[in-house]
């Protein structure tokens, strides 16, 4: 073992020079660090050390702050090379202070500080700090306060932790982790915050590249001359499942966006936010469904309810490839919208009724069990788990997905202007576990949209398989009335 007082000599040569400070202080390829390389950072992590290193041993960009922006696909390794960044960090200059933010506390707390843990407790000089749940302090006695890393989740409502980001004379590292969720605001503050002269200031920025717009895209855009960039496919990583991207290529095409994205490192395309394309939804529209495509099927019926307000009420009824015109009411309580779907209900006697049973909705779905068969009526939560969880963030995303995978199969759908509107308006993204997500009602109306009611209740059609269990006879809509609002008088 090293001596204490020759290492502490080893370290403090390595104030300037991250990239030999952690060929130095791991023991790679042993213990907990097996897998994670035989002797060395896997080569995109070592071109970013390296850069910092330079930047920092010319005595002309030192005092300068260093922007560093990393656009990847999944897996490459991020977070260990925040530790490595924040071991170095710490152990190379007194009271230097680094803040780690990202999207959600559980984030910083499962994800990315086990892996900081690891790095810390592997180092060679492990007990100059101490690890916490989402802080690393120094272990010299009354330095806590002036010497520490803190991981802090982002708020447009609570800036203050980046505003008062100030240590003159020393160093500050701050590291936006999954950089394209975060705000404007976080990102403005954050900019006004890294001004102390004398201070060696450097900014990391890691993220898949799941939006086209906001200030992450803005790094490799507009703002491009502000940072050294680097777009990282997931394919030239060392220590990376190969076979398992070349699956996905194959299943999505190399130049899908969910390539582009989750693999590649590059941004999509405009329009990539658009979950269900325009092109699409007109040729639906026009579609005309032979009946041997669904006059044998189930006939599934869906509700999305609402309770006064601008919201509406609406019943969407589908078999097979052909969706029915949209019966909608506004302006009544739920004790008469429960007897309004019993009423479409006993006209039509369909497969199953499924009922949004989000927000008033839960008691429109115990009315009707009380009067209807109850093993017909399902209620269903928009933000449940969705089955397939390792692709959908939640069961609306899950029906969204599987409602887009009908419509470009072709279906037969009602004109309804309002219906083939938001459709072709739900954006989309990925959540944190590169799961496809879904954009909320509320986020809709922030853009100035109406809510997406009609398309509710047609994706609810998609909840889940239905068996049919009816006998042979055709269907009528009548005696209900179709392609109308109701209002209560």
């Not at 030192?62 to 560093?68: A, G």
């Not at 705000?183 to 102390?196: F, Y």
């Not at 369909?350 to 109850?374: A, E, N, S, T, W």
Request: glycine share 8%.
């Amino acid at each position: 073992m090293i001596e204490n007082d020759a290492m502490i000599q080893d370290i403090a040569s390595f104030t300037h020079d991250p990239y030999r400070f952690v060929k130095y202080a791991y023991p790679w390829g042993k213990g907990e660090l097996i897998g994670e390389g035989s002797e060395r950072s896997r080569a995109w992590q070592a071109d970013i050390l390296k850069i910092i290193g330079v930047h920092l041993q010319n005595k002309e960009t030192r005092y300068m702050p260093l922007c560093i922006a990393v656009s990847s696909g999944h897996g490459i390794g991020k977070s260990a090379l925040v530790a490595q960044v924040i071991n170095w960090g710490l152990s190379t200059c007194e009271d230097c202070k680094i803040v780690v933010t990202a999207e959600t506390e559980p984030q910083l707390r499962t994800k990315t500080w086990p892996e900081i843990s690891k790095w810390f407790r592997s180092s060679i000089n492990s007990g100059w700090f101490k690890v916490n749940a989402t802080s690393v302090l120094s272990a010299s006695p009354g330095r806590e306060r002036t010497w520490r890393a803190d991981g802090i989740a982002w708020s447009e409502n609570n800036t203050e932790a980046f505003a008062g980001l100030h240590n003159k004379g020393k160093r500050i590292i701050l590291i936006f982790d999954e950089a394209s969720a975060i705000a404007p605001r976080v990102w403005e503050v954050a900019e006004g915050a890294l001004t102390d002269e004398n201070t060696e200031i450097i900014w990391l920025a890691f993220g898949n590249p799941t939006r086209n717009d906001g200030r992450f895209s803005e790094c490799f855009g507009s703002r491009k001359h502000r940072w050294v960039l680097r777009q990282i496919d997931s394919r030239t990583v060392e220590g990376i499942n190969k076979a398992q991207l070349q699956q996905e290529v194959d299943d999505y095409g190399e130049d899908s966006d969910f390539v582009r994205v989750r693999i590649r490192g590059v941004f999509p395309r405009a329009g990539f936010n658009q979950f269900i394309d325009s092109e699409t939804v007109d040729k639906c529209r026009h579609y005309i469904a032979p009946e041997s495509s669904y006059e044998s099927m189930p006939i599934i019926m869906a509700a999305d309810v609402a309770r006064f307000g601008d919201d509406a009420n609406v019943c969407c009824i589908r078999q097979g490839r052909k969706v029915f015109p949209l019966i909608k009411w506004r302006g009544i309580d739920t004790m008469q919208t429960s007897d309004r779907l019993c009423e479409i209900y006993r006209s039509i006697t369909p497969d199953i009724l499924f009922i949004d049973g989000g927000g008033v909705g839960g008691g429109v779905v115990d009315r009707c069990k009380q009067l209807l068969p109850q093993n017909k009526v399902r209620e269903i939560n928009f933000g449940s788990a969705a089955h397939d969880d390792t692709k959908y963030f939640n069961k609306r995303a899950e029906m969204y997905g599987t409602a887009r995978e009908a419509l470009k199969a072709s279906l037969d759908l009602t004109n309804d202007a309002d219906l083939e509107r938001q459709l072709t308006s739900i954006q989309y993204g990925f959540s944190n576990k590169q799961q496809i997500q879904i954009e909320k009602k509320e986020d809709m109306k922030k853009r100035g949209l109406s809510s997406p009611d009609e398309a509710d209740a047609f994706v609810l059609t998609y909840a889940e398989p239905v068996l049919k269990e009816r006998e042979e006879k055709p269907f009528i809509l009548n005696p209900i009335k179709r392609d109308v609002t109701y209002s209560l008088a």
